[in-house]
């Protein structure tokens, strides 16, 4: 059985044929134009950018959010608490209403 602290060459195999799948089949319908939060996790090895390509799909560059772990770690203790903080931030974030620029 897989544990999320133990070195696994299969899940990443696996993980990263899941990642190249999507990205393959992804297109957007839109360029989306508001804010986005990528939350990259300092050990993730599935982002080949800082943003993890984000960028492409938005008229505003991505707000990225740092934290600790992979991709598999990042939603188990002791990472998923901080996780669960970042979400509740660019929820809060998004939420609020906008100024508008210059006024």
């Known amino acids: ?4 602290d133990e070195p696994d060459d299969r899940v990443s195999r696996v993980v990263d044929l899941g990642a190249r799948i999507c990205r393959a089949r992804y297109v957007p319908k839109d360029v989306h134009t508001g804010p ?3 939350f990259r996790a300092y050990d993730s090895a599935l982002c080949q950018t800082a ?7 938005s008229t505003q560059p991505p707000r990225v959010r740092e934290l ?3 991709h598999v770690t990042l939603v188990v203790e002791p990472h998923v608490d901080r996780l669960a903080r970042e979400l ?3 929820i809060a974030e998004a939420t609020q209403p906008r100024r508008l620029e210059g006024g």
Do not use: K, N, Q
């Open 51 to 57: 943003t993890g390509g984000w960028e492409e799909v």
């Open 36 to 38: 986005i939060s990528f």
């Open 68 to 70: 600790p772990g992979d």
């Open 1 to 4: 059985m897989f544990t999320p």
């Open 88 to 90: 509740r931030a660019a």
